[in-house]
């Protein structure tokens, strides 16, 4: 992924663990988290890992990651996943971290081996700020089709596959 700042100069960058142990289970296993300075990167600090499949949406792991500023210390995470499905949990700052929310599964497939792109859409649409995503929209492989996504904040998501589709193959 690539680091974001917020509206407050919050700087953010997605980062995962991988490995045993990185839910605490002693298993193999993936985690997203970001990092973050609140002091234009003179100190750091780290998030919670997503520390349980079930709690996190069954997704099976979560990996590589998009971080997309949403505004009034909300930080939305997309994340590559084992559910084959765009996924996205937001960060609050709650004064003295970011705070993980529930996990939203937009129900859209996508190849789970491929990471995902997702902006920020510098105009709104329909009065609401519109977040922009592109990856693979099949789960039997990279090479399909390749998707755009639209997701209008606070309106869940339109089908990328319907959008713009492009084949790769």
């Known amino acids: 992924g690539r680091a974001v700042v917020t509206d407050d100069g919050t700087i953010c960058m997605p980062v995962y663990v ?3 142990n990185a839910w605490g289970s002693g298993d193999a ?28 949406g069954g997704s099976g792991w979560s990996s590589e990651a998009q971080l ?18 765009i996924m996205y949990c937001d960060a609050t700052w709650n004064g003295s971290g ?3 929310g529930d996990v939203v599964d937009t129900g859209i497939d996508i ?3 491929c990471q995902l792109s997702a ?21 039997g492989g990279r090479k399909a089709v390749a998707s755009v996504t639209l997701i209008l904040a606070g309106a869940g998501a339109t089908q990328g596959c319907g959008l713009a589709d492009a084949s790769v193959g």
């Open 111 to 113: 190849w789970g081996n």
């Open 68 to 85: 997309v500023d949403l505004g009034n210390g909300v930080v939305r995470c997309f994340y590559r996943n084992g559910k084959k499905k």
């Open 29 to 56: 296993s993936e985690a997203t988290s970001f990092i973050y300075s609140k002091d234009h990167g003179k100190t750091w600090s780290r998030t919670a890992n997503f520390t349980s499949t079930s709690s996190f």
């Open 18 to 20: 991988y490995g045993d």
């Open 119 to 139: 902006i920020m859409y510098p105009y709104l649409i329909d009065g609401k700020r519109a977040l922009l995503l592109s990856s693979p929209c099949s789960t």
């Open 98 to 100: 970011y705070q993980w």
